[in-house]
């Protein structure tokens, strides 16, 4: 199993109550593109939660994206880094808070670890709109 702590901050006025979600991960050698359009594998019902105002929530902490066709092989820790290959882990929420007046609201999220020795937290986000975005 793929372990991911991803944390979910609420920055906004109001509490969020998340009503689904996705997640997945691809690891691809350092100059290649992220896949258009994401691929977020199957919406997870264990992200629905309510996070209140302020606060941060870790709602995936332990829990592997469904549906990998290449699932993440022995040897990808030291290749990624090796440099021979470039981890992103992306994915959405969808939400409603007070100011859900026609629908819900969606965020998109992506972060890349790119190993740079001697800087321990390797971990840097993504220039994709298609990944990050607030609708």
Not at 8 to 30: C, E, H, M, Q, R
Not at 46 to 55: A, Y
């Given at each position: ?41 199957t ?27 290449n ?21 959405f ?43």
């Open positions: 199993m793929s372990i991911y702590k991803v944390k979910i901050p609420d920055g906004g006025k109001s509490g969020a109550l998340i009503v689904n979600g996705g997640l997945n991960f691809v690891v691809l050698s350092p100059n290649a593109a992220l896949p258009e359009p994401p691929n977020y594998g919406p997870r019902v264990e992200f629905r939660t309510l996070v209140p105002p302020g606060d941060t929530i870790f709602p995936i902490a332990a829990m592997a994206p469904k549906d990998r066709k699932p993440w092989q022995a040897d990808y820790a030291d290749k990624i880094k090796a440099g021979v290959y470039k981890l992103i882990i992306f994915g929420v969808e939400y409603e808070d007070d100011f859900s007046f026609f629908g819900y609201r969606k965020t998109g999220f992506c972060t890349r670890f790119i190993y740079y020795p001697p800087i321990t937290d390797g971990w840097v986000g993504c220039d994709a709109p298609n990944y990050v975005y607030a609708k």
